[in-house]
Each structure stands twice: as structure tokens, then as C-alpha cells.
């Protein structure tokens, strides 16, 4: 589609298309700009540098000079600058604080062996570790309280169980509606069914989270007779309100591009509608399918509002009757109550990159796969 | 373009605090009473005009440590992480004051014939070692347990206080709010939970022994505000000394007067005892 | 082809199996729509009777989940500011880019296959890492610098404010914009350009004064996607700009706001009676709604008349 050049480029044509370049290169700077500035959050983390354990040994404030600055500097958690800058006097209040803060560990902590522990190792953040008061190894997210325990295995399991919940439900039904719609349904019913099924995107996902809420838990509870109202169960069939659309379109759009010959083919042949959109071109688009799949676990994946609302304990429990707390509302419910810079902070920006590098690789996936689909039927054609 | 510059250009000279002008940041707690506060007091005072908005404790110290905020509510004591960024932001701690009472009760249904629990009992609860209500007298069925959202104040109080900082068994059902445990309880005949005494809405509230030996005390209002009744909290708010002066002193004078904590108890909460107010 | 020649159909006149999967898959579309019309006629229903006048224009003063005097203005005000100011920073970007990639790029070069991945990667990224981002990088970052900048490191923009969140938007609806200028901008008849240029103008002003016009309805419908798409976002601000609760509307950037969405999840879930508010928290939702649904509704007539138009001159 490009323009040819019609005569000599003036300057001025020069430095616009110069700038419409430099301009056009945003969207690659932001993708570089979320990667690096969610995980520079995180890398205290990753290099081990954040300490939570409960007893640490003080430095009392009137032995300030037999240490190095360097020592203190690092006791204090402070950077170099921050602590060349600092008054002598503010960094003997920082150390009161440090001893006042081991004056109040209540008395129960003080020999429990978990409170010398780190628990921001990655020990403790992937395995199970049998805990102070438990009767075997366990994973247990409980990020509050004097010791803290942020084992991420618990998050996972729970988004996977909510996610697979929803592209259960969402994959058989947006599929089915998007070969009724692409193959079956008569012209007409198809310019109207299509943008109706895209409507459902446009319901904000706050609105279908406050409708799983009020409405669905109390109808399914009454259906199912569950014990826990809120639960996974209602949180993945919300959630696949959320990846319908997504799926739908993509796969329709996959049955659509499929060529009419194959289907004119197929008909001459003295096959059904259904055995020519079931035979034919399902198998053919199927890579496209395949993608849409992918995509809605992207999406399903990375949606917060939802599953926040519906159910959030962080249960290390495969039933899709309990409750489950996803990687995204962690993020959201507990950002607000972390300290800023503190270790719960981190790894919640830790949660923040794994969970942009999982949708980075899904969507990769999804779009190399429609690519590919895309130039086989090309070829074809 | 021009346009954008000179809105940013306009905005930036307007944020530098004007006289007379206070803002009150932080726990979503407090919200609610220091609006109520805010309202009052700008009747009284028509020059003085005061900005009320929440977020939550942490969200309020970093605004108070980036002196963002004048005043900086919080349902619970700053931590010492947050105590040390003052320190590193303003060269000195921030003042606290206490400003309200909060009594919390543990809730249960109506149906439920048991009338009072020990402390060491609803914390043995709420962990998980007492798994069904006989071994506290009750009928002979299983506990279900609702519990908060960890980021909330209430959650942290309960687990520091009550379950002695041990971790709440893994059943608990996490609830988003106090109306929703509430609402749970109600419909659950073997569901406990806990929140503000104020809000039991039609839930029956347990009277709590200190110790065995000690008497069980009701979740009244009377027992609150003596310090009898056993599960309360104070509310607090931090400011920084260097601002603790003028207006912003007037008002925190005010609040904890006679006068201000005559509001208290319409937003749910109790007032301070006498000993703790300003006159 | 050969798979499909040797394949047997049985050519009966009826065949009870594709009927059986036909009906299926209709099912599955009417079960869709019936989703779709279960959750909006439930939100009409209960909510159509608590809206009122007097609802839209208050500003709470006391305590909003007090059904006779709050009131969601201040909610409309802070989503309709938010969305207005990212609408001022993703417009521009979104259009040169699109200009770009549809006018300039060479089609095979490394760098428009990078720029095309990472459009469509912005537009899978999941909307509380932009939160995240948003905390990361303007407010921790650029707003802290900014403050040691100008304001003697005083925090005026190292905090939440309602610019951090427009902008936080901005970087998660690129994608859209871009999309629908570049769907409209292919959908020019090259011959348009061709004459443009034969007639001795330059490249810049062929873009400027013949595509871009004639590109103009889809760019405002790109716009008017993303400006909806926004309005119902909530996870992207919880830590960008939105407050829990402000007695005063949002009156610079610097200024957090209420917001419809953020409001919509307070209502449920933080309230003291969850029935007593349920027919504030339906109105909440509703209006919400309604901004979200009438702006794609515009959206999806803008379009339309596009293609009509198009159809036309091809």
C-alpha cells in the first residue's frame, strides 16, 4: 500500500516521516517499559536482597560507631545516597525503631524456629515447608501477620483452577456458536447474531464480577448445594462470560476465512451443512480455533475484577467447589496494604512479571499460529 | 498542545497547600467518621476546608511519608517499615494519636443456642483445632469459619490479637466485607465470623471471657467504652510534628474533644474514654 | 484435496445426526445471547426504577451506601475526566502509528513485523500489570522525578492522581486505536493517493489532506473503542489514581478521583447492608452500562456507515 515517491523529498517530508517513525515505535517502548519497570520492582526479590525474617539480631544505638558505615548502611536498608544524606541523629531514630520493632515480637515468636527464617527465599516461595504449629509440609499464602508466609504455589493452582473452569465452559459454547454462526445460519441471521455475541465484550467486567456476585453464587448455590457460596466454580463460569466473545470472534473469524470452494465442494457432493462444517472446514480451521483457545487463556488468565469478587481465599485445594484466590486479585486486593518497597510489595510485582511473561508467551503462540493459518490458506487458495 | 502545557503548568502551582486547607488520607475504616468530622467541623469553621479520602492504611502513610497528606488515618499502629520511611522523609516520627474506639465481636446464627466463648476458645476456632461446635458446648455439628481479606485492618487485628498471630485455619471462607460475613452467618446455621460490634444486623454477637475464670462480657456499647469486653482496637491518626500546628492542630484538638467524639458513634464506632480526649 | 474425495456422505434427504449437532451448536449461540439478555435485562429491571435525576447530579456527602442522599456524580465526573484525558495522549500516538504502519513501513522489514508483534502484545497484556506499571513507572518514576524536578521533591506527582491513571489507559488502549485507523486507513482506494501524488503533491501532504479525512470516521470510531473499552476498567487505576472515597470533584491532574467501576466494586463488596444498598448499587451499574453501551453503540454506527460509504465508491 506504500506511496512512491513523486519527487525529491523536501526536509520538511523528511523530518515528518522521521517523526511518524520515532512515533510508531511507541507501542514497542511500551511493551520494553511494562517488562522493565514491573520487574525492576521485583528485583530486589530475585537477588535475594529483602530479608522478612522476624528475630534479627539489633545493633543498639549506642554501638553506632563500632560499626562501619557500610554495615550500618546496610542494616538500615538504606542505599548509599540515602544514607550519605541522612543525619546522624535520624539514623540513630532509624536504629531505635529497628530495636523497638524486635522489642515487640510477642513472646510465642521469640523461639519460634520459623522467625529466623527468611520466607522470601525462593525455598519458600516454590516449596512446601512444614510450618511452626502444621502437622505436615505445606504451601501457604498468608502474606499478613509476624510471620510471613508468601509460597506462590497456592496462587497458581488457583488461577489455573479458575482459568480451566472458564475455557471449559467458554471454549465448547463460543466454538458451537461460531460455527453456527459462520457456517450455519442464514446471511441475514449472521449480520445480527455477530455483533450481538461481540456486545457481551463491551459489559465491563466489574459489571459481570457484580453479577456473579448478587445474582449467579445465590441461583447456582440453590441449584448445586455447595457448602462455600463463593467459590471457584462460580468465579470460572463469570470468567468465561469474559473469554466468549474473545474466542468467538477469533474462531469465526478462523471458520470464515476458510474458502467457500472447499464448502461448495463439499455440498456438491451431497454433504449436510453440518457434515461440511463439522468434516470440512473445522478441521481446516482448526489452527485458528487452536489460537483462540490460546488467546482466551490469556485473557481468562489475566482478568482481575472477576475472580476479586467472586472468591479469594488461598486455598491449596483442586475441588472447583472451594475457594480459590488468583495471581491478578492478589495483586489487587493487597497492593493497597503493602509497604511501599517493603517485601510484600515485591512479590507482589514479582506475581505482576510471571503473570506478564505467561501472557506474553500466549499470546505469542496465538499469533504465530493464526499467522501461519493465514499463509497455509493463501498458499492454498 | 499549548493547552495541555498550560493546564499542567496551572495545576502544578495550584497543588502547593494553601492556608487553611487540610487533607485526611488513608484506612477506608475511617473514611466514612472522618468525613462525618470533616463535615462538622467545616460548619463551625467555614474557612478552614478539609479533603477526606481513603484507600487504606499503607496508601495513607506513603502519602503521609511523601507529605502528600496532612493527616493520615489508619485502623491499626504504623509498622515499623513505615515509621522508618518517615523517618527517612521528614527527619523525625510521625506524631499518633489515638481518635476512636472499635469493638469487635464474633458473630454466629441466631439458631446457634451457644451464648459466650474464652478468647483461647475463638482463637482455637478461627485456627482450626476446634473443629465442631461440641467442643465448646454447642450442638454436634461442624464450624464453618468466615474471615476477611487479608489487606484489611480488621483481618491483622484479629490474627494478631485474638489468634495470637497464628494463621487462620485453611476452610476460612474469605468474605469482602463485614455485611457479607454477616450476611453468611445468617445463612449459615454452623457459620462463625467476626467484624464491628455495630454491624451484627440481626446475627447473634457471643459474650467473650477474658480467661476461663474471668465473667462473659457482652459486646455493649458501655462494655466497649470501659475496656471491659475484651476484642477492641483503637483507631488512629498520624500526623507529621512539623505540620502538627495551626490549623491542622486545631482540628486533631477538636476531634478528640468532647465535641468531636459526639460523632463517633453515628458511623459505628465508640468514643474515646474521657482519660484519652483532649479536655 | 484427496481427504475430501473420499469421504462418504450419505445424501438421505434428512439426516438425523446433523440435525442433532446443527440444533447443538444453535443452542450454544441462543445460550450465549441468553447470557447476554439474563445479565442486562437483571440490571435494567432493578436498576432502571433507583435512577433518578436527583441520583446523577449529587455529590455524597455524608455516606454513599445511604440510599436517600448519595448520588454518583462525582463517579461520572472522575470516569468521563479519565477517559477524556487519555483520549488527548493515545489519539495521536495511535494514529502516527497506524499512518505508519499502513503509509511508510516496508511490508517485510524486521522492524514492522517487531512493531505489529508488539501491538499485539499491548493489547493481551493483563490489565492489573498495567496497574502495575502505572505504579512502577509513572508514579514511582517519572512522578518522583518530576518532583525533584520542579517541586524541591514535594510530592505533587510521585502520588496516585487522575493524569497517571488517564495515561496508564492510554499505554493499554494504543492497540485499539491503532487497529481500527489502520483497518480504515487500508480501506482507502489507493487510486485516491495516486491522483494526490500525480498531481505533484508531496507524500506528507497526501496524507494529511486526502487520507487522513477520508480516514477520519475510523479513527473516530478507534477512538470512541477505547474510550468505552476504558470507561469500564477498573484494575488498571486501583493503584494509578482512583480514591475510595473524595467529598469534592477531581478539579486538576494531580488529583485523584471516584470512579463508576471502582465504585460499582465498593458498593459490592464493602457495604454495612448489602440489601439497603442493593438498589444504589443496581443504579450504579446501570449507568455505568449505559456510558459503556452507548458509546459502542455509536461505535457500531460510525462503522457502519463507513462501510457503506465504501462499498459505494469501490
Same mark, same amino acid.
Given at each position: 500500500m506504500g506511496i512512491h515517491r513523486g519527487h525529491q523529498a523536501r526536509p520538511v517530508e523528511w523530518l515528518a516521516e522521521k517523526f511518524i517513525f520515532f512515533v510508531s515505535l511507541s507501542a514497542i517502548l511500551m511493551v520494553l517499559l511494562i517488562f522493565l519497570f514491573v520487574a525492576r520492582e521485583a528485583l530486589p526479590v530475585f537477588f535475594g536482597q529483602t530479608n522478612t525474617a522476624l528475630v534479627q539480631k539489633p545493633i543498639p544505638p549506642d554501638e553506632m560507631d563500632k560499626h562501619s558505615p557500610a554495615e550500618l548502611q546496610a542494616y538500615l536498608e538504606l542505599t548509599p545516597d540515602e544514607f550519605a544524606k541522612t543525619e546522624r541523629k535520624t539514623l540513630r531514630a532509624l536504629m531505635d525503631v529497628k530495636l523497638e520493632a524486635q522489642d515487640d515480637i510477642p513472646e510465642d515468636f521469640?523461639?519460634?524456629?520459623? $522467625?529466623?527464617?527468611?520466607?522470601? !527465599?525462593w525455598k519458600y516461595l516454590l516449596q512446601s515447608h512444614q510450618w511452626n504449629g502444621y502437622d505436615k509440609p505445606e504451601y501457604i499464602w498468608q502474606p499478613v501477620g509476624q510471620i510471613k508466609k508468601f509460597n506462590i504455589i497456592p496462587l497458581f493452582v488457583g488461577t489455573l483452577k479458575v482459568t480451566l473452569i472458564g475455557l471449559l465452559f467458554a471454549v465448547p459454547l463460543a466454538v458451537g456458536a461460531a460455527i453456527y454462526v459462520s457456517q450455519l445460519a442464514r446471511p441475514r441471521l449472521r449480520e445480527t447474531l455477530k455483533p450481538a455475541i461481540e456486545l457481551l465484550s463491551g459489559i465491563p467486567s466489574v459489571v459481570v464480577g457484580f453479577f456473579a456476585l448478587i445474582v449467579m453464587a445465590t441461583v447456582l448455590q440453590s441449584l448445586f448445594h455447595y457448602q462455600t457460596r463463593l467459590n471457584a466454580f462460580v468465579a470460572g463460569l463469570a470468567l468465561g462470560f469474559a473469554v466468549i466473545p474473545v474466542i468467538f470472534s477469533i474462531a469465526e473469524d478462523a471458520l470464515t476465512s476458510v474458502p467457500r470452494t472447499y464448502t461448495q465442494a463439499a455440498l456438491a457432493l451431497g454433504a449436510s451443512r453440518w457434515q461440511t462444517a463439522w468434516q470440512i472446514v473445522l478441521p481446516a480451521a482448526l489452527p485458528g480455533v487452536f489460537a483462540a483457545t490460546v488467546l482466551g487463556f490469556g485473557r481468562a488468565i489475566g482478568e482481575t475484577m472477576i475472580v476479586l469478587m467472586v472468591c479469594s481465599a488461598s486455598v491449596m485445594?483442586?475441588?472447583?467447589f472451594d475457594s480459590a484466590r488468583s495471581i491478578t486479585t492478589t495483586i489487587a486486593a493487597e497492593m493497597a496494604e503493602a509497604v511501599n518497597g517493603g517485601p510484600h510489595y515485591r512479590i507482589l510485582f514479582l506475581l505482576g512479571a510471571l503473570l506478564f511473561g505467561a501472557t506474553f508467551v500466549s499470546n505469542m503462540i496465538g499469533d504465530f499460529v493464526i499467522h501461519r493459518f493465514k499463509q497455509k490458506l493463501e498458499g492454498k487458495r | 498542545m499549548k493547552k495541555i502545557a498550560t493546564i499542567l503548568a496551572a495545576t502544578a502551582f495550584a497543588a502547593s497547600t494553601l492556608a487553611g486547607n487540610i487533607t485526611v488520607k488513608g484506612s477506608d475504616t475511617l473514611v466514612i467518621l472522618a468525613q462525618k468530622w470533616a463535615e462538622v467541623y467545616m460548619g463551625q469553621h467555614p474557612d478552614v476546608k478539609i479533603q477526606v479520602s481513603g484507600g487504606g492504611s499503607g496508601i495513607g502513610f506513603a502519602a503521609l511519608q511523601s507529605q502528600t497528606t496532612d493527616l493520615c488515618d489508619a485502623s491499626r499502629k504504623a509498622k515499623p517499615a513505615e515509621i522508618a520511611n518517615c523517618l527517612k522523609a521528614f527527619a523525625a516520627r510521625p506524631t499518633e494519636y489515638k481518635v476512636a474506639l472499635d469493638g469487635l465481636s464474633v458473630y454466629v446464627n441466631p439458631e446457634n443456642s451457644l451464648k459466650e466463648l474464652t478468647m483461647a476458645q475463638v482463637g482455637d476456632i478461627f485456627t482450626g483445632k476446634i473443629k465442631n461446635w461440641k467442643e465448646v458446648g454447642g450442638p454436634d455439628a461442624p464450624i464453618t469459619i468466615y474471615s476477611r481479606e487479608n489487606s484489611s485492618g480488621t483481618y491483622e487485628f484479629f490474627k494478631e490479637h485474638v489468634l495470637k498471630g497464628k494463621d487462620f485455619a485453611a476452610s476460612a471462607q474469605t468474605m469482602p466485607g463485614t455485611a457479607a460475613i454477616v450476611q453468611a452467618v445468617l445463612k449459615d446455621k454452623n457459620g462463625i465470623g467476626y467484624g464491628g460490634a455495630a454491624y451484627g444486623g440481626g446475627s447473634k454477637l457471643l459474650s467473650i471471657k477474658k480467661t476461663d475464670a474471668s465473667p462473659a462480657i457482652e459486646p455493649t456499647e458501655a462494655n466497649v467504652e470501659s475496656g471491659t469486653y475484651p476484642i477492641w482496637r483503637h483507631l488512629y491518626v498520624y500526623v507529621n510534628p512539623a505540620l502538627d500546628k495551626g490549623e491542622v492542630a486545631a482540628y486533631l484538638n477538636w476531634i478528640r474533644s468532647d465535641d468531636g467524639q459526639k460523632y463517633v458513634k453515628d458511623i459505628g464506632y465508640y468514643p474515646l474514654p474521657k482519660n484519652l480526649r483532649s479536655n | 484435496m484427496s481427504k475430501v474425495q473420499s469421504r462418504h456422505f450419505? $445424501? !438421505?434427504?434428512?439426516?438425523f445426526w446433523s440435525f442433532f449437532f446443527s440444533g447443538l451448536t444453535g443452542l450454544a449461540t441462543l445460550f450465549i445471547l441468553g447470557i447476554l439478555a439474563t445479565i442486562l435485562l437483571n440490571i435494567i429491571v432493578n436498576g432502571w426504577s433507583a435512577i433518578s435525576w436527583h441520583f446523577v447530579s449529587t455529590i455524597p456527602k455524608k455516606d454513599f451506601f445511604d440510599a436517600n442522599t448519595t448520588g454518583v456524580l462525582p463517579m461520572i465526573v472522575g470516569t468521563s475526566f479519565r477517559v477524556i484525558v487519555m483520549t488527548i495522549f493515545v489519539i495521536p500516538v495511535g494514529v502516527i502509528t497506524a499512518i505508519y504502519l499502513t !503509509?511508510? $513501513?516496508?511490508?517485510?522489514?524486521i522492524i514492522t513485523r517487531i512493531i505489529r508483534a508488539a501491538v499485539n502484545n499491548l493489547a493481551g497484556v493483563p490489565s492489573i500489570v498495567f496497574g502495575l506499571f502505572g505504579l512502577g513507572f509513572f508514579i514511582n518514576f517519572a512522578g518522583k522525578n518530576l518532583d525533584l524536578l520542579l517541586h524541591n521533591a514535594n510530592a505533587v506527582w510521585g502520588q496516585p492522581a487522575l493524569i497517571w491513571a488517564s495515561l496508564t489507559l492510554a499505554v493499554m488502549t494504543l492497540p485499539v486505536v491503532i487497529v481500527a485507523t489502520e483497518e480504515s486507513l487500508k480501506a482507502i482506494p489507493p487510486g485516491l493517493r495516486e491522483a494526490s501524488l500525480a498531481l505533484g503533491a508531496t507524500k506528507l501532504e497526501t496524507i494529511l489532506r486526502i487520507v487522513l479525512p477520508q480516514a477520519l470516521p475510523g479513527i473516530m470510531t478507534g477512538g470512541i473503542l477505547a474510550v468505552s473499552r476504558a470507561a469500564g476498567e477498573v484494575a488498571p487505576i486501583l493503584f494509578t489514581g482512583v480514591a475510595y472515597y473524595m467529598a469534592s470533584l477531581p478539579a486538576h491532574l494531580s488529583d485523584q478521583f471516584m470512579d463508576l467501576g471502582y465504585h460499582v466494586f465498593v458498593l459490592s463488596t464493602q457495604s454495612p447492608n448489602i440489601e439497603q444498598t442493593r438498589p444504589i448499587l443496581y443504579a450504579t451499574v446501570l449507568v455505568l452500562l449505559l456510558l459503556t453501551f452507548a458509546l459502542n453503540f455509536v461505535a457500531i454506527l460510525i462503522r457502519a456507515r463507513v462501510r457503506k460509504k465504501l462499498r459505494a465508491l469501490g
Open positions: 521469640r523461639n519460634d524456629p520459623d $522467625a529466623r527464617i527468611n520466607t522470601t !527465599e485445594s483442586w475441588s472447583i | - | 450419505r $445424501a !438421505e434427504k434428512f439426516d !503509509e511508510y $513501513a516496508p511490508n517485510t522489514s
